[in-house]
């Protein structure tokens, strides 16, 4: 049905037709397996669309973080916090899915890292190392110009 490009007719069901044995099921269980699909749903479009922007476009799928995950989540926060892409009006959850495509790395656990950031002493340790290599990176580029 989503991946198909041939017209479909819809076929009307009664949603009580769907409904397992309750003897077996409670209807929350059924509610909470009914989000469950719904999930992983997501996930496996979310893939198909992975590799069908790879194919699109040359870069993506080339590139891969070599990197700690933690880094580019925190990468993340940081972009999203300090407004910096579409003046703040964009979530977190999709810039990871969109770093997920660019690095071809699963961030699927965004929200879980960002307990595991404050958790950790030095909570901006990956944009400090950032900063340590910019630095480095402009004093080797000045050193071989003779920019000083």
Not at 86 to 98: E, Q, T
Not at 106 to 121: A, G, H, P
């Amino acid at each position: 049905m989503f991946v198909s490009k041939a017209p479909f007719s819809v076929v009307g069901m009664d949603e009580s037709l769907m409904l397992a044995d309750l003897e077996w099921c409670t209807p929350m269980g059924l509610k909470f397996a009914r989000f469950i699909a719904y999930q992983q749903l997501e996930e496996y479009l979310s893939q198909q669309m992975r590799k069908e922007a790879a194919i699109k476009h040359p870069v993506i799928g080339k590139l891969k973080w070599t990197d700690k995950k933690t880094y580019l989540q925190e990468l993340t926060y940081a972009l999203v916090y300090s407004n910096s892409i579409n003046n703040g009006n964009i979530d977190v959850k999709s810039l990871a899915r969109l770093f997920e495509n660019i690095f071809n790395v699963d961030l699927s656990n965004i929200y879980r890292s960002k307990q595991e950031m404050y958790s950790r002493k030095d909570t901006t340790a990956y944009l400090n190392k950032l900063i340590q290599g910019f630095k480095r990176g402009i004093d080797d580029a000045d050193d071989r110009n003779n920019y000083r």
